[in-house]
């Protein structure tokens, strides 16, 4: 079982189209919008997780804020579910002190996890923060396929034809300071509250 942050409840809910026709350019604008609200702030932690990695300063508050931001309980605990196995996975791959020390954080929000991991790593902020969007646009692509009557190939238009908005997205988390990022994603967060109620699930959010 993997996560869909509520995607599961919104095509159950008929509020992504499932028609065969409609189906693609219904799931591209949906992602689209997610890129400009919830994943825009995942951005913007992403990238001050990394700067933060850099100076070997603390991430508590950043996780905390990264709590209150995520409304909807379902998808916060999946951050923080993603983030912690993302710490410990990359404590075990490459054994670096400060990776060991990240993967000991209790509350850890994936975006926090990997802009910090990338950055230990000595990866640039830049390709680290589009690395993170590219993989959570694709990761929303797969879970839609095993929902949706979508093939590999629409699923793989959908991620191109996504990539300017991923890389505006990257440019635009410079522009946000953590303290001051905000997040309207109604849509998604509805939907991961009435995830728990639906008679019969394949994702855990």
């Known amino acids: 079982m993997s996560h869909s942050f509520g995607l599961e409840a919104l ?20 992602i689209a919008d997610t890129l400009s609200e919830s994943l825009m702030a995942d951005a913007v932690f992403c990238r001050e997780a990394h700067a933060r990695a850099l100076q070997r300063a603390t991430l508590r508050d950043l996780n905390e804020q990264m709590s209150a931001l995520r409304m909807a309980r379902e998808s916060r605990d999946a951050s923080l579910m993603m983030g912690r196995r993302f710490a410990a996975l990359a404590a075990s791959l490459h054994p670096d002190p400060a990776l060991t020390a990240l993967s000991g954080i209790e509350e850890l929000h994936h975006s926090v996890a990997f802009g910090y991991t990338l950055a230990v790593l000595g ?83």
């Open 11 to 30: 095509v159950f809910d008929e509020d992504i189209e499932q028609g065969s026709h409609n189906c693609p350019a219904s799931l591209f604008w949906y």
């Open 123 to 205: 990866m640039d902020p830049d390709s680290t923060v589009s690395a993170f969007i590219h993989q959570s646009v694709v990761n929303t692509i797969s879970a839609a396929q095993r929902l949706l009557p979508l093939g590999q190939f629409e699923a793989s238009r959908i991620a191109w034809n996504l990539k300017p908005a991923i890389l505006f997205t990257m440019e635009q988390s410079k522009e946000v300071s953590f303290r001051k990022v905000c997040s309207f994603g109604h849509l998604p967060e509805m939907a991961s509250m009435r995830h728990a109620c639906l008679h019969t699930r394949l994702f855990i959010s």
